[in-house]
């Protein structure tokens, strides 16, 4: 487990793991002699300090990134033909299948291209991944509107 994607504080390195079992922690442990070789100090204060006193902060970052998904939901239903969107529930990325909109098989590139805008390549995702892009809605609400209009001129 670890506070950085929840609290945004990725940078400082700080993670944990929870396990009751004896012979299961001990398999861990010995599994990762010499790739942890220290705690980071700062990354242990700042996640104690989020998990006691950050919640405030979470539940507005909760409501903040629901609000960024509704929009980029309902944008790409009345604004992105042949665009298609699952309604996220657990992360701030979304998947645009761009497979029946006029986007050549490389969406990403008629993005960049044609829209000036860049998004996740859904082949770098693996098989399966062509003809998708990822957007990353955890960002200012501006920036996410921004983006959509740009994906919206390279659709035209």
Not at 123 to 146: D, Q, S, T, W, Y
Request: proline residues 5%; hydrophobic residues 35%.
């Amino acid at each position: 487990m670890a506070p950085s994607k929840t609290f945004n504080i990725a940078g400082l390195q700080c993670s944990f793991a929870i396990i009751p079992n004896r012979e299961l922690r001990k398999r861990y442990l010995q599994s990762r002699k010499g790739l942890v070789p220290w705690v980071n100090g700062l990354g242990l204060l700042a996640a104690q300090v989020a998990y006691q006193q950050g919640q405030e902060w979470l539940d507005q970052l909760l409501q903040y990134l629901e609000s960024n998904r509704d929009y980029l939901y309902h944008y790409v239903q009345d604004n992105l033909p042949g665009i298609e969107m699952g309604l996220p529930q657990a992360t701030y990325m979304a998947w645009l299948g761009c497979r029946k909109s006029n986007l050549s098989g490389n969406p990403y590139q008629d993005c960049l291209e044609h829209g000036r805008v860049a998004f996740n390549d859904g082949k770098k995702f693996g098989r399966g991944g062509e003809g998708f892009l990822r957007l990353n809605f955890g960002c200012p609400h501006p920036l996410l509107v921004e983006g959509l209009e740009r994906l919206r001129q390279a659709l035209d």
